[in-house]
């Protein structure tokens, strides 16, 4: 029976083989590995996964594929909102001691997604995912550049990440109005020790008023904090490199501490 995409669910289901056949060589699959999949929707991507891994984990909130996907002898099957799943919980079920996560996100929540894997990191080998080629140029984007802002910072804080393959819309079915490309994404093994939220929310302020310098922003924040150490405010948000905002958090966390 041929499934309807279904747009509360921002389905579109990629069809093109030749560049499925292009993101499973960028993956990488080798049998034995612990792999879950975050929305395999028509199986397309997780077919060639599946019978490279031998096994494969799948995580899918439509009911009707989710029972389709059931009948796959390769395949365990979580029915649920990824943003409710516990993914340490699940790599705990799994073997090996990580878990890589692979997917086509649906472009309404793909970054509370990538936010909410960040939970999770210190389980995770890699993460390969398709997204919007908007919200990739975003992530991976280098400090004076307009693309650059706070997803950038909190992203490269914790990752290594790089555009791997461009999918434009025609590969799925429906096409998007966008167009598409895959991010490889490896968790720094030593990453800068941090709360995570006081870099959010450095960040977060930052970024509030990116048009004008910081001295409007966060060095007014800063100024609430009675942080008094070295800070230069005389810039714009998108000037300051991720390892000066990790700084900063780390300075803010210990000032707070003493």
Same mark, same amino acid.
């Given at each position: 029976?041929?499934?309807?995409?279904?747009?509360?669910?921002?389905?579109?289901?990629?069809?093109?083989?030749? !560049?499925?056949?292009?993101?499973?060589?960028?993956?990488?699959?080798?049998?034995?590995?612990?792999?879950?999949?975050?929305?395999?929707?028509?199986?397309?991507? *997780?077919?060639?996964?599946?019978?490279?891994?031998?096994?494969? *984990?799948? !995580?899918?909130?439509?009911?009707?594929?989710?029972?389709?996907?059931?009948?796959?002898?390769?395949? *365990?099957?979580?029915?649920?909102?990824?943003?409710?799943?516990?993914?340490?919980?699940?790599?705990?079920?799994?073997?090996?001691?990580?878990?890589?996560?692979?997917?086509?996100? %649906?472009?309404?929540?793909?970054? %509370?997604?990538?936010?909410?894997? #960040?939970?999770?990191?210190?389980?995770?080998?890699?993460?390969?995912?398709?997204?919007?080629?908007?919200?990739?140029?975003?992530?991976?984007?280098? %400090?004076?550049?307009?693309?650059?802002?706070?997803?950038?910072?909190?992203?490269?804080?914790?990752?290594?990440?790089?555009?791997?393959?461009?999918?434009?819309?025609?590969?799925?079915?429906?096409?998007?109005?966008?167009?598409?490309?895959?991010?490889?994404?490896?968790?720094?093994?030593?990453?800068?020790?941090?709360?995570? #939220?006081?870099?959010?929310?450095?960040?977060?302020?930052?970024?509030?008023?990116?048009?004008?310098?910081?001295?409007?922003?966060?060095?007014?924040?800063?100024?609430?904090?009675?942080?008094?150490?070295?800070?230069?405010?005389?810039?714009?948000?998108?000037?300051?490199?991720?390892?000066?905002?990790?700084?900063?958090?780390?300075?803010?966390?210990?000032?707070?501490?003493?």
């Amino acid at each position: 029976m041929k499934h309807i995409p279904r747009k509360r669910f921002g389905q579109h289901f990629l069809t093109d083989q030749g !560049i499925i056949e292009d993101i499973v060589q960028a993956i990488a699959p080798r049998p034995g590995q612990s792999m879950v999949e975050i929305g395999p929707g028509l199986a397309a991507l *997780t077919q060639p996964l599946a019978e490279r891994l031998g096994h494969l *984990t799948v !995580i899918e909130l439509d009911r009707d594929l989710a029972q389709q996907l059931r009948a796959h002898p390769l395949l *365990t099957v979580v029915e649920s909102d990824v943003l409710r799943v516990d993914f340490a919980a699940l790599a705990a079920t799994m073997p090996g001691k990580k878990i890589r996560v692979v997917g086509n996100l %649906p472009y309404n929540i793909s970054t %509370p997604i990538l936010f909410h894997l #960040l939970d999770a990191v210190e389980v995770i080998e890699d993460q390969h995912f398709m997204l919007q080629k908007e919200v990739i140029d975003r992530m991976v984007a280098r %400090p004076a550049t307009s693309d650059y802002g706070r997803l950038s910072v909190m992203l490269q804080w914790r990752y290594a990440m790089e555009n791997v393959l461009f999918v434009p819309p025609q590969s799925f079915d429906p096409p998007p109005r966008v167009d598409s490309a895959v991010v490889r994404m490896v968790p720094h093994a030593e990453p800068a020790q941090l709360d995570a #939220l006081l870099l959010s929310e450095v960040v977060r302020v930052a970024f509030s008023q990116r048009r004008k310098l910081l001295r409007h922003s966060l060095g007014q924040w800063l100024a609430q904090k009675q942080y008094d150490q070295p800070f230069d405010v005389q810039r714009r948000a998108e000037e300051v490199p991720v390892a000066e905002y990790v700084a900063l958090a780390q300075a803010l966390g210990a000032a707070a501490a003493s």
